[in-house]
């Protein structure tokens, strides 16, 4: 089976400007994640979609991230400002079920966001 | 050892010897548990998982155990090959909510 798909694989921005990722998850996969990994560190979880509504976004930064899964299979997550912060591999990630659903994650490749 | 920024634990074997990963989780009512490797540029790719009813699982050159009482979960890697240098993540979930939460990391090297 195809595996998730994300772009870009690397953005460069300024400081303040806009930025968005692509994610597709696997085909079939209701729940949708997006991670964001800084470098030397675990991934750490910003959103999580099952299908087009949000299950948790208790550690998304909501006053300049936001993300959207309108039609409940891909997925975009926008940055607007960037802060050099920001500055990180956002990963994008499906799985088939979630709850006392338990199955593993499926991660796509990321895209590097580098803030200058 | 404690990772503090950038540095990760690490541990590095000789090709052929077994590795063993080791990680503690925090949170008691954790009850699924997966191990990750990441290579450099790539995102996690999945090994094994286990739930907290079970102590023990076994795949393809690797085993996983768990050890409730003390919250440790290890991954043991038979017949260590170059190609399992990788950083190295163990991830929980909570019983009482969907988030799954990874571990800091151990850069596993390999050595010819």
């Known amino acids: 089976e195809a595996g998730v798909a994300q772009s870009p694989r690397y953005k460069i921005i300024e400081k303040r400007q806009s930025v968005a990722f692509w994610c597709n998850p696997i085909?079939?996969?209701?729940?949708l994640y997006w991670y964001q990994q800084i470098l030397g560190q675990g991934p750490k979880l910003l959103i999580q979609f099952q299908n087009n509504g949000v299950v948790d976004d208790s550690q998304l930064p909501k006053d300049r991230f936001s993300a959207e899964r309108l039609k409940g299979v891909d997925s975009t997550l926008k940055i607007q400002p960037a802060k050099l912060e920001d500055s990180a591999v956002y990963l994008c990630a499906s799985s088939q079920r979630t709850g006392t659903g338990d199955s593993p994650l499926h991660f796509g490749n990321g895209t590097r966001l580098t803030v200058t | 050892g404690e990772s503090v920024g950038l540095h990760l634990p690490t541990l590095s074997v000789q090709e052929g010897d077994n590795s063993i990963i080791n990680c503690a989780y925090s949170n008691s009512a954790s009850d699924y548990f997966i191990w990750y490797k990441q290579e450099s540029g790539k995102g996690p790719q999945f090994i094994i998982d286990i739930r907290s009813n079970m102590d023990k699982r076994q795949g393809q050159r690797v085993t996983v155990l768990l050890n409730k009482t003390v919250k440790h979960l290890s991954l043991q890697i038979a017949a260590t090959q170059p190609g399992d240098s990788a950083v190295y993540f163990c991830?929980?979930?909570?019983?009482?909510?969907?988030?799954?939460?990874f571990g800091k990391g151990t850069l596993l090297t390999v050595n010819p």
């Open positions: 085909s079939g996969h209701a729940t």
């Open positions: 991830a929980e979930k909570g019983r009482s909510n969907y988030k799954l939460t």
